[in-house]
């Protein structure tokens, strides 16, 4: 099995920063993608950010120049520093990376439990 924990959440204010991180463990031979979604209540959850295993990143226009995704492939873990943050950013935010375990394959996604990012005054 695979788990994967994110943490850093919490209550922050307009203007000010957080970051994320989500830690991959159990059965890893390898991770592809790796990437933060969020779900604002009463939407749908979408796509924040996204890196590949080489580094290349892709980022929701409504964040972009001040979301920054990063990973760590030694650690398995994912990052994502978010400055200057606004009210509708807040949203919980799941990480997911795409795995193959030993003995397997293909990649399979895995998704975290979700921390909460609450933006307000």
């Known amino acids: 099995q695979v788990q994967l924990v994110e943490s850093g959440g919490g209550l922050v204010q307009p203007g000010g920063s957080l970051r994320l991180s989500c830690a991959a463990s159990?059965?890893?031979?390898?991770?592809?993608?790796m990437g933060w979604y969020r779900q604002a209540p009463g939407k749908q959850r979408e796509l924040v950010a996204t890196?590949?295993?080489?580094?290349?990143?892709n980022y929701v226009d409504s964040v972009k120049g001040r979301f920054t995704i990063s990973r760590d492939n030694v650690k398995n873990t994912v990052y994502l520093q978010m400055n200057s943050l606004k009210p509708e950013d807040a949203a919980v935010y799941y990480c997911?990376?795409?795995?193959?375990?030993?003995?397997?394959?293909?990649?399979?996604?895995?998704w975290g439990q979700g921390t909460q990012v609450t933006v307000s005054s």
């Open positions: 890196i590949t295993s080489r580094g290349s990143t």
């Open positions: 997911n990376a795409d795995v193959m375990s030993w003995g397997g394959l293909d990649y399979y996604p895995y």
């Open positions: 159990g059965n890893i031979f390898s991770i592809n993608d």
